[in-house]
């Protein structure tokens, strides 16, 4: 298992935001809720039913995690594309 902070913008390492990486895949947790599963199989990316879209911060890294805007996240969601499950 590794684990390494997600970086702003800027580069800069941020606390809290992690991405986590082990034999599933890799993981976006943010504070201590995991956030989204990018699984190693190649399957449907997860994001958390509870806590996807939880705060303005967890969706600005989010976003970063899985490099796209929010609005492509729910059109993926609302396609199928990606999983809505319970990560907690």
């Known amino acids: 298992m590794k684990v390494v902070n997600l970086k702003s913008s800027k580069g800069i390492e941020v606390p809290n935001q992690f991405e986590i990486t082990d034999d599933k895949g890799k993981y976006f947790q943010s504070y201590k809720t995991v956030i989204a599963l990018i699984p190693s199989d190649?399957?449907?990316i997860k994001l958390d039913s509870?806590?996807?879209d939880y705060s303005n911060t967890t969706g600005k890294y989010r976003n970063i995690?899985?490099?796209e805007k929010k609005s492509e996240t729910e059109?993926?969601?609302n396609d199928g594309?990606?999983?809505l499950t319970?990560?907690?």
């Open 42 to 44: 190649g399957g449907k």
């Open 50 to 52: 509870k806590y996807w």
């Open 65 to 67: 995690f899985l490099n």
């Open 75 to 77: 059109r993926k969601i």
């Open 81 to 83: 594309t990606y999983e």
């Open 86 to 88: 319970n990560l907690n």
